[in-house]
């Protein structure tokens, strides 16, 4: 069982910047990859940004050269954290962290929410 913790997130105006973690607790040893997915109202969840144990990173199209991905590995918890800059209302959505476990499950955090207006 993996525990995923997020964290950051809220009101942000235009152009301005926010930080999200995701903390996980657990199974963390089967844990190859993590990232942050986003859904916005009336849309679909799609991918942001993947970060794997090495520290190799994949991102969305729309967020590159603004959002960074980080990670942090400890003993008892692997962190992730999404840098996001120059937010605009298309990064208005809900941002959920993900972890697939090599046991098949595709574990998600219960998100947090990014607002971006003015």
């Known amino acids: 069982q993996v525990y995923l913790v997020e964290s950051g997130g809220g009101l942000v105006q235009p152009g301005g910047s926010l930080s999200l973690s995701c903390a996980a607790f657990g199974s963390i040893f089967g844990i190859n990859v993590m990232g942050w997915y986003r859904q916005a109202p009336g849309k679909e969840r799609e991918l942001v940004a993947t970060?794997?144990?090495?520290?190799?990173?994949?991102?969305a199209d729309s967020v590159k050269g603004r959002f960074t991905i980080s990670r942090e590995n400890a003993n008892a918890e692997k962190t992730v954290h999404l840098q996001m800059k120059n937010l605009g209302p298309g990064d208005t959505a809900v941002y959920y962290c993900n972890a697939p476990h090599r046991d098949g499950v595709n574990y998600w955090g219960k998100g947090t929410s990014v607002t971006v207006s003015s």
């Open positions: 970060i794997t144990n090495v520290g190799s990173t994949n991102y």
